[in-house]
Nanobody, 124 residues
């Protein structure tokens, strides 16, 4: 089992940047595929990005491709989401999620654990 705690959210102007962090508990962090999802008010939670267990493979939603970068540090049990050139439509609660699957998955049903989320607000 793994526990996840997100941080780094806040208020930023359009065009600005934020870096989200996710701290994971447990000694088996490197055995999990990690992902970021987000949920805007009145909308379903949607996939943002995912990274393989080694960090060698990543995937992004089309809406964030070229602007967001996911990374992980298995020695520190951390996963990050660098968000650049942010837009008002990026406003949402961002969730860090862990999957016990062996390959990257972009669907919520593939994830087993998630944190409480961190609010990101982008003003125009």
């Amino acid at each position: 089992q793994v526990q996840l705690v997100e941080s780094g959210g806040g208020l930023v102007q359009a065009g600005g940047s934020l870096r989200l962090s996710c701290a994971a508990s447990g000694r088996t962090f490197s055995s999990y595929v990690m992902g970021w999802f987000r949920q805007a008010p009145g909308k379903a939670r949607e996939f943002v990005s995912s990274i393989s267990r080694s960090g060698g493979s990543t995937d992004y939603a089309d809406s964030v491709k070229g602007r967001f970068t996911i990374s992980r540090d298995n020695a520190k049990n951390m996963v990050y989401l660098q968000m650049d050139s942010m837009k008002p439509e990026d406003t949402a609660v961002y969730y860090c999620e862990a999957s016990g699957r062996m390959v990257i998955t972009t669907t919520r049903s593939g994830y087993d654990y998630w944190g409480q989320g961190t609010q990101v607000t982008v003003s125009s």
